[in-house]
């Protein structure tokens, strides 16, 4: 079973995916702010992580940077699920390695799990997990 993270500081947000995306068969995490998100990433190693921008403390984009360099969590698929929609976050948020950036007022619940979905699709199989 594909494990995903998601890593938002709205606890709403954060049971409406859960539900939404254990129902499509996924074993989801949820960690409330950035620290927590990058402990638990490390910890379960997710095939993906849902990750918010704008939350307390360090925000998702300094998240998804060390995600990024960290050898352990370099390779997890990371999508920013945020209601920040600027083009110099979306821009930095590529660069740094996101796979994805939505906008969560832009998509409805299905098609949020569609998109995770599609991500989860363009990867080959064999490729889950090579370094385990």
């Given at each position: 079973m594909?494990k995903?993270?998601?890593v938002d500081?709205d606890?709403f947000?954060c049971?409406?995916?859960?539900d939404a995306?254990?129902?499509?068969g996924?074993?989801?995490?949820?960690?409330?702010d950035?620290i927590?998100?990058?402990?638990?990433?490390t910890s379960?190693v997710?095939?993906?992580?849902l990750?918010?921008?704008?939350?307390?403390?360090?925000?998702?984009?300094?998240?998804l940077e060390?995600?990024?360099k960290d050898?352990?969590?370099?390779?997890?698929?990371?999508?920013i699920?945020t209601i920040?929609?600027k083009e110099?976050a979306m821009?930095?948020?590529k660069?740094?390695?996101?796979?994805?950036?939505?906008?969560k007022s832009?998509?409805?619940?299905?098609?949020?799990?569609d998109?995770?979905l599609?991500?989860?699709n363009h990867?080959?199989?064999?490729n889950?997990?090579?370094?385990q």
């Amino acid at each position: 079973m594909r494990k995903i993270l998601i890593v938002d500081d709205d606890e709403f947000a954060c049971d409406l995916y859960s539900d939404a995306l254990q129902k499509a068969g996924y074993l989801v995490f949820t960690a409330s702010d950035g620290i927590k998100g990058l402990s638990k990433a490390t910890s379960e190693v997710p095939d993906l992580i849902l990750l918010d921008v704008a939350m307390p403390g360090m925000d998702g984009l300094e998240v998804l940077e060390r995600l990024k360099k960290d050898e352990a969590t370099k390779d997890i698929k990371i999508v920013i699920l945020t209601i920040v929609k600027k083009e110099d976050a979306m821009e930095k948020a590529k660069k740094l390695g996101a796979v994805d950036y939505l906008v969560k007022s832009e998509l409805k619940l299905q098609e949020i799990v569609d998109k995770v979905l599609s991500h989860f699709n363009h990867n080959n199989h064999n490729n889950k997990h090579n370094n385990q």
